[in-house]
RNA sequence: GGCGCCGUAGCCAAGCGGUAAGGCAGGGGCCUGCAAAGCCCCCAUCACCGGUUCGAAUCCGGUCGGCGCCUCCA
């Protein structure tokens, strides 16, 4: 049974979907620049959860909105001189690019916030059918008093800021300081489109809550974030979607925690983030940094470290090691002794209950793990047996469906290797070990690890 | 000022009242022509103080330290 920690509760809950099919909507990217690492935390959680969903037999439809209109990406525009889809195109595309880079699937639907203006302006007309919202200086807000259950997810005060917080910049135009925008007034040199309230564009928490309706309908199960999306993004979402039907909209609020840099924030605006980008063209694996990003369990900070990412790197090379000893194992078996079917069905067992409780894959992984020195160790001793071999191979493999990180990489060596590599067999069985280490010396500068084993040799890109 | 998180070995990290998983790195050994991989062994009493309890890393109170949200932000 899958429990998940819902953030409207502050519980860890069971997970009973709403109807047959899990529905569940992400908030996607701003395409105003390259994302950094720290976003995709957050979408490869998400990646995560949905296969874990599927794995665990749910049928999952997901929704992953692109945020292709609002300040970042008019400045972005207006700063390069450039239109605004010349912008969002770029970065949705390389958005994609990265997600894919990263073993992330996409989701059914991705919609953009500039397709959907006219079911934004619906929910305001729901909204101001209710009486939740004023016009002031042009613009339509949102009023939170009228709406009791205001602060319900983020458990903020309704009245307003108090000493200490920050200040939003036109607090002037509102009744009340935590009053939001639905639609901004037109201002010079910013896209804008006609509504009832006139020329403008939409608040940015609006799209949210009209593309899940959508595509969703008014009420589904799983809504997920980075956590810094509680307030006020989600809080408003709630106040929008519940305002104009009616309906609590979202059963389960899934937020994932930050990723820190040095044990601080990592953000565009203080300019200390890596992109996906940069961290390939230094050279690292990007389902390296998966692993690393889906190691630590997502309600604790992760403190990212280039280092980081080598002990991943080893760690997944662990893992593609005993895959493919199992693979020959499983050829040259004929008949096994020995085994430990129980043992290495406990652990498989365990593993899934580590990720039945709130995807805890830190422990997850232990078990994993154990599972793996079980199995080496008894390949090391020849006294592994067929089920244990099957049971240790459908392990792994549901390793790689759920983490969504490939453990064998199907690559086809080019024939100067090939051949290096025979002539080395041939100088090895001649005893000509001095040549033979030179061969291996130079396959290894070409990035290709050799190991000898009991059943020849066998080779790796490092 | 409000809300919240965290402090476990060199690093990452599990642990939710019964006497410290796992990964990376390191040391020693086995295996190997030598390696590599793998295996075996070694490497912490859980920030600090006090309390509850037969028993606490785990519960309660306090201290110190770090971080996040309350503004755009994954």
Excluded at 168 to 174: C, N
Excluded at 212 to 228: A, C, M, N, P, Q
Excluded at 263 to 276: P, Q
Aim: charged share 35%; glycine share 6%.
């Amino acid at each position: 049974m899958f429990k998940i920690f819902n953030t409207l509760s502050r519980e860890v809950e069971e997970f009973k979907p709403l109807e047959e099919k899990v529905k569940m909507y992400s908030c996607g990217p701003t395409v105003y620049d390259y994302a950094h690492i720290g976003n995709f935390r957050t979408f490869v959680t998400v990646d995560f959860l949905r296969r874990f969903l599927r794995w665990k037999n749910y049928q999952v439809i997901s929704v992953m909105n692109i945020t292709d209109i609002d300040d970042k990406t008019i400045r972005r525009a207006n700063e390069e001189g450039v239109s605004l889809s010349t912008i969002t195109k770029r970065y949705e595309d390389a958005f994609f690019e990265d997600l894919k880079c990263l073993n992330c699937e996409k989701a059914q639907f991705h919609p953009r916030a500039t397709e959907h203006i006219k079911e934004m302006i619906e929910i305001c007309k729901d909204l101001e059918k209710n009486g939740l919202t004023y016009i002031s200086q042009g613009s339509l807000y949102f009023r939170i008093n009228s709406f009791k259950n205001y602060g319900k997810l983020s458990k903020v005060d309704k009245e307003g800021i108090l000493e200490g917080a920050r200040v939003d910049s036109d607090e002037y135009e509102k009744e009340s300081a935590r009053d939001f925008v639905l639609w901004k007034a037109k201002k010079e040199g910013e896209p804008f489109w006609t509504s009832p309230w006139g020329e403008g564009r939409p608040g940015w928490h609006l799209e949210c809550s009209a593309m899940s309706r959508k595509y969703l309908g008014e009420t589904f199960d799983i809504h997920t974030g980075g956590v810094d999306l509680i307030f006020p993004h989600h809080e408003n979402e709630i106040a929008q979607s519940e305002g104009a039907s009616g309906k609590s909209p979202v059963k389960y609020w899934f937020h994932i925690e930050f990723l820190l840099v040095n044990g601080e924030k990592m953000s565009k605006s203080k300019g200390n983030f890596y992109t996906l980008r940069d961290l390939l063209k230094d050279g690292y694996d990007p389902m390296a940094i998966r692993f690393l990003l889906l190691s630590v369990p997502y309600r604790k900070k992760l403190n990212f470290t280039l280092e980081g990412i080598d002990a991943s790197k080893s760690s997944v090379k662990r893992l593609e090691s005993f895959k493919a000893r199992i693979v020959e194992e499983k050829k040259k078996l004929k008949e096994g002794v020995g085994g430990a079917e129980d043992e290495i069905a406990s652990l498989k067992r365990k593993f899934e209950e580590s990720l039945d409780d709130d995807l805890n894959t830190a422990e997850s992984l232990g078990f994993l793990f154990d599972a793996v020195r079980i199995g080496n160790s008894l390949m090391d001793r020849g006294e592994i047996d067929y089920p244990s071999l099957n049971l240790l191979e459908e392990f792994v493999s549901e390793f790689e469906n759920i983490f969504g990180i490939p453990l064998s990489r199907e690559e086809i060596l080019d024939e100067e290797i090939d051949k290096m590599i025979k002539e080395r067999e041939e100088l090895r069985k001649r005893k000509e070990f001095a040549k033979a280490d030179k061969v291996r010396d130079e396959l290894k500068e070409k990035g290709i690890v050799l190991e000898d084993t009991v059943n020849g040799v066998r080779w790796r890109r490092e």
